[in-house]
């Protein structure tokens, strides 16, 4: 049994939650749940309390606290050297609408071959025996339905599922399944997708890396919903613990719209200490585009993996028809970096769920298949968890590969979608690279191609933050891509402008390698009042509204 760290967010934050009493509120006056940052969590608790504030969790991932302050209190610890302030936004995930019913996912009461693996790669690579048997892949969701046999099934290590830890209840190693359970469905679904063990009618798994181990961290309650302090307690307690029980992919599958630059969002902060861990972060793109800056958070990150998502359009047997959904969000992200890195698979995806008792199959029962607790979504959730699949199989081909290397292979060996007459389907900030394809990133010898120029080191201790080479002409508004030199490049798929196209058709090629982000210094200076192009104003220290809505994702159609 692994031994888990005790850091001081496990131990304390069960207890830091108890809240003012009623009294004492009503004299204090209405309170703000706060994540408030500085030099260290130590030095930034004695800053909240000697104003008067009530601390809630301990996140030491990123050197803060989250507190319940009023506007006194958050106006005291504004003035003090070195602090910062983000409201603590709240987090709502997301369902999808099936048009076709449950019929269209079964033969008699067995599942067809999900369209996901066939697409991706992913059969080519179970033939030469990769399952993801050795690879821990950690989940950030609404929970997991730990008695479904597809999660809590042995391997040839024990139990596939290695902790359960609840940020809902005060941060607590969960013993039992209930204590974690998933309320909601939305991350038994996304686990489901990942890693399922259930066979189709022709006997093959419709999971991406069936034998992956699994760690599930919950921070969405029944509703979907929870907050940047719920996740990023769950992020702390996956950094603190990734060497115990072997963590080497994490799937974020929920979002939000920016409201700071990257490098001062809590979420996105956490994100980045995972990366430069080790840890291979994998985040959906977001479900609201197909228009252009509309990339969440955590997926504006420019180091990790941002995934957007594709339909085989209902026809697995016809390719020419397939393309990205109408959904799927779309880049560049406000500090220039292409994004999505890559798409995958994410419409009308088969994962299981309790229908008897999660809250999506109980509002939308029709959307569940017939004598089986299945369940079809759509969304860049589905698409993520179909890449950190992928991910989990290159790392059990090569254990030793870096987050950076991973993210190269995988562009590297990526193929964008492309008409019939050879030119783009989609500009570069809808698609990025192209369709993963797992057979070819676990066969790849690329290197030094992936998050060239950023330090994340620096960006983390503040030293230096990142612009990417995208930048919008004020003119037409249309995105466009500079090479190092300033200069615009002229090929096929690097200018958009902003309209969604359906595609007619692909064929393979090599992929986009463009993932070379770098210091703006020729002007672009990220500080107070930096007007973007949109017509957004950002300060060092904007804070996420209280209604802000970050989750996993949105209930879109299904396509």
């Known amino acids: 049994m692994a031994k888990f760290k005790t850091s001081l967010l496990a131990v304390t934050?069960?207890?830091?939650?108890?809240?003012?009493?009623?009294?004492?509120?009503?004299?204090?006056?209405?309170?703000?749940?706060?994540?408030?940052?500085?030099?260290?969590?130590?030095?930034?608790?004695?800053?909240?309390?000697?104003?008067?504030?009530?601390?809630?969790?301990?996140?030491?991932?990123?050197?803060?606290?989250?507190?319940?302050?009023t506007r006194s209190?958050?106006?005291?610890?504004?003035?003090?050297?070195?602090?910062?302030?983000?409201?603590?936004?709240?987090?709502?995930?997301?369902?999808?609408?099936?048009?076709?019913?449950?019929?269209?996912?079964?033969?008699?009461?067995?599942?067809?071959d999900p369209y996901a693996r066939t697409m991706?790669?992913?059969?080519?690579a179970a033939a030469q025996g990769f399952d993801g048997t050795g690879v821990t892949i950690a989940v950030l969701d609404s929970g997991v339905w730990a008695q479904d046999p597809n999660v809590s099934s042995m391997s040839m290590y024990g139990s596939r599922l290695l902790a359960l830890y609840d940020t809902t209840i005060g941060g607590q190693l969960a013993m039992y399944g209930w204590q974690a359970a998933d309320q909601y469905g939305h991350g038994s679904h996304i686990t489901t997708v990942m890693t399922s063990q259930d066979t189709s009618v022709t006997g093959r798994p419709l999971g991406i890396a069936p034998g992956a181990s699994l760690v599930e961290v919950k921070a969405f309650?029944?509703?979907?919903?929870?907050?940047?302090?719920?996740?990023i307690s769950g992020l702390g307690w996956i950094l603190a613990n990734r060497y115990y029980l072997n963590i080497r992919v994490l799937n974020l599958s929920f979002g939000a719209t920016p409201q700071s630059y990257y490098w001062n969002d809590p979420i996105d902060q956490a994100v980045m200490k995972l990366w430069q861990a080790g840890v291979v972060v994998v985040a959906s793109a977001g479900n609201f585009g197909p228009k252009a800056q509309t990339i969440a958070v955590p997926g504006n990150t420019p180091y990790v993996i941002t995934v957007g998502a594709m339909t085989d359009n209902w026809t697995p047997n016809d390719p020419t028809d397939d393309g990205i959904t109408s959904f799927s969000s779309a880049g560049p992200t406000y500090e220039g970096f292409v994004k999505p890195e890559v798409v995958a698979p994410g419409g009308?995806?088969?994962?299981?769920?309790?229908?008897?008792?999660?809250?999506?199959?109980?509002?939308?029962?029709?959307?569940?298949?017939?004598?089986?607790?299945?369940?079809?979504?759509?969304?860049?959730?589905?698409?993520?968890?179909?890449?950190?699949?992928?991910?989990?199989?290159?790392?059990?081909?090569?254990?030793?590969?870096?987050?950076?290397?991973v993210k190269c292979h995988l562009l590297a060996s990526s193929a964008g979608l492309v008409k019939?007459?050879?030119?783009?389907?989609?500009?570069?900030?809808?698609?990025?690279?192209?369709?993963?394809?797992?057979?070819?990133?676990?066969?790849?010898?690329?290197?030094?191609?992936?998050?060239?120029?950023?330090?994340?080191?620096?960006?983390?201790?503040?030293?230096?933050?990142?612009?990417?080479?995208?930048?919008?002409?004020?003119?037409?508004?249309?995105?466009?891509?500079?090479?190092?030199?300033?200069?615009?490049v002229s090929s096929d798929g690097y200018l958009w402008n902003n309209n969604f196209t359906k595609n007619q058709g692909y064929l393979w090629n090599n992929g986009y390698l463009w993932n070379n982000g770098y210091l703006w210094n020729n002007g672009?200076?990220?500080?107070?009042?930096?007007?973007?192009?949109?017509?957004?104003?950002?300060?060092?220290?904007?804070a996420t509204p209280a209604s802000s809505s970050l989750g996993s994702e949105s209930w879109n159609a299904q396509e």
């Open 73 to 112: 209190e958050a106006a005291q610890l504004r003035k003090q050297k070195g602090i910062t302030l983000f409201i603590d936004g709240t987090v709502k995930s997301q369902t999808i609408y099936n048009p076709y019913g449950y019929y269209a996912y079964t033969v008699g009461s067995a599942p067809i």
């Open 348 to 405: 009308h995806l088969l994962g299981d769920m309790d229908t008897m008792s999660m809250t999506i199959p109980k509002k939308y029962p029709a959307f569940a298949t017939p004598d089986y607790d299945k369940y079809v979504m759509s969304g860049t959730s589905q698409a993520a968890a179909v890449v950190s699949g992928v991910v989990a199989l290159m790392i059990q081909a090569n254990p030793y590969l870096k987050p950076d290397q």
């Open 420 to 488: 019939k007459n050879g030119s783009a389907a989609y500009s570069i900030f809808q698609q990025g690279a192209g369709l993963v394809n797992a057979y070819n990133a676990i066969h790849s010898q690329a290197s030094n191609c992936a998050n060239l120029g950023l330090n994340v080191a620096a960006d983390i201790a503040g030293t230096a933050h990142y612009g990417g080479p995208a930048h919008q002409d004020p003119t037409n508004g249309k995105f466009y891509i500079v090479d190092s030199n300033g200069n615009p």
């Open 221 to 231: 309650d029944a509703n979907g919903s929870g907050s940047y302090s719920n996740v």
């Open 13 to 69: 934050c069960g207890m830091s939650m108890t809240l003012l009493s009623t009294s004492a509120t009503e004299a204090r006056g209405a309170l703000t749940s706060y994540i408030v940052e500085g030099q260290s969590t130590e030095s930034v608790a004695k800053a909240v309390r000697s104003t008067g504030g009530r601390i809630t969790h301990e996140l030491p991932i990123i050197d803060g606290v989250s507190a319940l302050l």
């Open 120 to 124: 991706a790669g992913v059969e080519n």
């Open 524 to 542: 672009y200076l990220w500080n107070n009042g930096y007007l973007w192009n949109n017509g957004v104003t950002w300060s060092q220290s904007t």
